[in-house]
T-cell receptor, first 113, second 115 residues
Framework: AQSVTQLDSHVSVSEGTPVLLRCNYS??????LFWYVQHPNKGLQLLLKYTSAATLVKGINGFEAEFKKSETSFHLTKPSAHMSDAAEYFC???????????FGKGTRLSVIA | DAGVIQSPRHEVTEMGQEVTLRCKPISGHDYLFWYRQTMMRGLELLIYFNNNVPIDDSGMPEDRFSAKMPNASFSTLKIQPSEPRDSAVYFCASAGLAGKGDTQYFGPGTRLTVL
């Protein structure tokens, strides 16, 4: 069975500094991996998706994530944080698209001016 | 496309009352999911449908919860009777032909408060 662990429940960065949100996964097969973002009082929006193509995946709003099979990681990064990036971020896994998405518990990103 | 539509956006009710949440998925999507989000438990999958048929309802917490999908463009989640611990944000999501593990598109959610 697949699972996902988000290593930080809360990350705080200053505006203009890099963002790193960490995610480790467990999967019996070649997984599909996603990052979703949830702004306050909003639904979840897809940031990016990995499905066994290029290991470095670029998403919206300057975010990207790298799939590292040897480390079973799929960390989310952004070179320079913006105030509008403050939100909850969810790392998500699915086994080859054959099982429903499994969501991590989320990482709350705060951006300080 | 208007995206996934949920109604109502907010619902306040008293304990013991029946609550019905509604969802209209994206046209052409074959999968529909209902989730519940709370501070304590995070995002939980309650039930999902494929081609209007319930596939897995193991996440439905109790018999008080029921979900239906009478056609491809409409689904309901009903709680009867409601209890204060049901207070949460309920999300509906839909996904296309690529499979139940493919990208899901979420609605804005219904914030339920049971007094």
């Amino acid at each position: 069975a697949q699972s996902v662990t988000q290593l930080d429940s809360h990350v705080s960065v200053s505006e203009g500094t890099p963002v790193l949100l960490r995610c480790n996964y467990s999967s019996s097969y070649s997984p599909s991996l996603f990052w979703y973002v949830q702004h306050p009082n909003k639904g979840l929006q897809l940031l990016l998706k990995y499905t066994s193509a290029a290991t470095l995946v670029k998403g919206i709003n300057g975010f990207e994530a790298e799939f590292k099979k040897s480390e079973t990681s799929f960390h989310l990064t952004k070179p320079s944080a913006h105030m509008s990036d403050a939100a909850e971020y969810f790392c998500v896994v699915s086994d080859q698209g054959n099982t429903p998405l499994v969501f991590g518990k989320g990482t709350r990103l705060s951006v300080i001016a | 496309d208007a995206g996934v539509i949920q109604s109502p956006r907010h619902e306040v009710t008293e304990m013991g009352q029946e609550v019905t949440l509604r969802c209209k998925p994206i046209s052409g999507h074959d999968y529909l999911f209902w989730y519940r989000q709370t501070m304590m438990r995070g995002l939980e999958l309650l039930i999902y449908f494929n081609n209007n048929v319930p596939i897995d309802d193991s996440g439905m917490p109790e018999d008080r919860f029921s979900a239906k999908m009478p056609n491809a463009s409409f689904s309901t989640l009903k709680i009867q009777p409601s209890e204060p611990r049901d207070s949460a944000v309920y999300f509906c999501a839909s996904a296309g032909l690529a499979g139940k593990g493919d990208t899901q598109y979420f609605g804005p959610g219904t914030r339920l408060t049971v007094l």
